[in-house]
């Protein structure tokens, strides 16, 4: 019988080591033990509401389905439910579903629907700067590695696209 836990924690353990031998990270700067995370977070130069259309415009460009019911709005339901404003925060979720499907038809990869669709987060820190953090789709085909590696390698470059602010 196989040890699940044993195994991603192998999984994760070869892909840190991977990444600290990797050229480079999502941010430009060079790979390192530090560089090894599952969210990737970028500077927009544009305003909240304008990086959010952005996206979703360059997301649908490519193909992506990002319905209205899969946007949330974070900050209106902070303050609704605790009366805390946490500032504008808003949540995208996406998909690429012919990739979706061909991982979700295989019972071994059912369990990555926990982390579809994609989602990608924009938000404004106390600095004043609007902000896009989303899964490092890397660093999750280099744990799974397989089809999901090869899913990884196809949508990351989509996902890097998203965030073309020019």
């Not at 060079?30 to 509401?49: H, I």
Request: glycine share 6%; charged share 25%.
């Amino acid at each position: 019988m196989k040890r699940p836990l044993a195994s991603l924690f192998g999984a994760v353990l070869l892909a840190a080591t991977s990444l600290a031998t990797a050229p480079a990270v999502a941010d430009g700067h060079k790979g390192g033990p530090m560089d090894f995370k599952m969210l990737v977070e970028v500077v927009s130069p544009l305003g909240f509401e304008e990086t959010l259309e952005r996206i979703e415009a360059n997301a649908k460009d490519l193909g992506w389905k990002v319905p209205k019911k899969w946007k949330v709005n974070f900050q209106k339901n902070m303050m609704k439910i605790t009366d805390t404003d946490i500032g504008p925060n808003q949540v995208l979720k996406m998909c690429e579903p012919f990739a979706a499907a061909k991982l979700l038809v295989k019972d071994e990869y059912k369990q990555l629907a926990a982390m579809m669709p994609c989602t990608i987060a924009v938000y404004e820190k106390s600095d004043g700067k609007v902000y896009v953090a989303m899964m490092n789709l890397e660093v999750m085909g280099m744990m799974y590695g397989g089809d999901v590696k090869d899913m990884a390698d196809e949508l990351a470059p989509q996902m890097a696209q998203m965030l073309k602010f020019d």
